[in-house]
């Protein structure tokens, strides 16, 4: 007895019916996959701003900086700059290196002064660090070293009221603890992918930044960027070992460090708690349509039974009827959610209005990232959680004696 035949013919009995169940399944399937979509796109989005603003693949400062990190301690710096780069650049898995120097000052701008967030960078390097091409550029040029000029974020450009060519003094605290000024031209203003950033950062070169915090040769910290396919930790915890007075460094890797994708991390398994939940939904339907099936085909199920088909027969009929039905949902709701991640990847989700004023590592718009690796998951999972639902039910119909199969209907 041929009984994927019968299954595949049952399907077809009740139409309607199957596909209800077929719907159920599909809409489970694709709500996952847009989801860990949207969670991959988080991720990868949140690792690329940490990793560009923040952190780093690695983060190099002082041994005793980050303990007091709150004090603002200008003085725990990174002295012999070129040589410490020179030496990170030449070990197998970094790709670059970007000293750094972050500092709060005051932007004055005649009589009016605005708090204000300075990063001093080396312009000549940085663009292989991070994208200030013209998706951030949105006008005018990047700043040259040795000049006295400013990347205002334009959000910062336009509560100070400058433009292009304005001029703006910045005051701030040096490494000694006193206080200096300087006047920067404003050569570039830029959207940054960070709306925080835009509303109070700006770029400098970073020795006429080391002038004026009274830093020579010295950064607040180093950030480090690897090659494709390295083995991120064991490149940090070898480290060390290849760098001069590595005793005096903390060197941090990326995920080791007390930043917002903890949060991401948190979501996921939410994520995975929302998926069972869908799921468990969708095998509700099963098992609810694969009840009013039994009870719909008492007769048959006793005719089936008189003509010699035992109760394991009965089950695999049910099962596979299950799972022909799981196949075809899970198949359109993966592909569904393919093609709508695949959309939303080209045009993004634009959170802006949802993100203003909240200080987080992502961007205002989110495009989703499709995994290979969930979205098999997800298929191969709802196959078999839609399939397994139906043995419960039709365990319980192959106990039926054939004569009181019969008359109940």
Aim: glycine share 8%; aromatic share 10%.
């Amino acid at each position: 007895m041929k009984l994927g035949s019968i299954a595949y013919r049952n399907i077809y009995r009740n139409l309607r019916r199957s596909i209800l169940s077929a719907t159920a399944i599909m809409v489970a399937a694709m709500s996952i996959v847009l989801l860990f979509s949207l969670l991959g796109g988080m991720k990868a989005d949140i690792t690329y701003n940490l990793q560009t603003y923040s952190t780093g693949g690695i983060r190099i400062r002082d041994r005793d900086f980050t303990k007091n990190e709150r004090l603002n301690p200008m003085h725990l710096t990174i002295e012999n700059v070129d040589i410490l780069s020179r030496e990170l650049l030449e070990t197998p898995g970094v790709s670059v290196v970007s000293p750094r120097i972050s500092f709060p000052a005051r932007i004055y701008r005649g009589e009016e002064n605005y708090n204000a967030m300075g990063v001093g960078l080396d312009f000549s390097t940085e663009s292989a660090f991070q994208d200030l091409g013209p998706d951030v550029l949105q006008k005018g040029r990047l700043p040259e070293s040795g000049k006295n000029e400013a990347l205002l974020g334009y959000k910062l450009a336009e509560k100070a009221g400058v433009g292009i060519g304005d001029k703006i003094t910045l005051l701030s605290s040096t490494a000694s603890r006193g206080t200096n000024a300087i006047t920067l031209e404003v050569t570039g203003l830029a959207v940054f992918p960070l709306s925080g950033m835009s509303d109070n950062t700006f770029y400098a070169p970073l020795d006429r930044v080391q002038h004026l915090l009274r830093m020579p040769d010295q950064v607040q910290e180093m950030l480090v960027k690897f090659d494709a396919d390295v083995d991120e930790r064991a490149l940090t915890a070898s480290l060390p070992s290849g760098l001069s007075d590595s005793e005096n460094l903390e060197i941090t890797y990326w995920q080791d460090i007390e930043t917002s994708y903890s949060f991401i991390q948190m979501a996921e398994t939410v994520y995975n708690i929302f998926a069972l939940f869908f799921f468990f939904l969708a095998s509700t339907v099963i098992l609810n349509t694969t009840i009013m099936v039994i009870f719909e085909r008492m007769k048959e199920i006793g005719t089936l039974s008189a003509m010699g088909m035992n109760g394991k027969d009965l089950v695999r009929l049910f099962f596979l009827e299950s799972l022909y039905i799981g196949i075809i949902g899970s198949f359109f709701g993966v592909l569904l959610g393919i093609l709508f991640t695949h959309l939303l990847s080209i045009t993004g989700i634009d959170f802006g209005s949802a993100m203003e004023g909240v200080d987080f590592d992502i961007a205002p718009v989110l495009y989703p990232k499709l995994s290979l690796k969930s979205t098999v998951l997800v298929f191969f999972y709802s196959v078999v959680m839609t399939s397994v639902v139906s043995i419960f039910p039709s365990r319980k119909a192959s106990r039926i004696e054939p004569v009181e199969a019969l008359r109940a209907v």
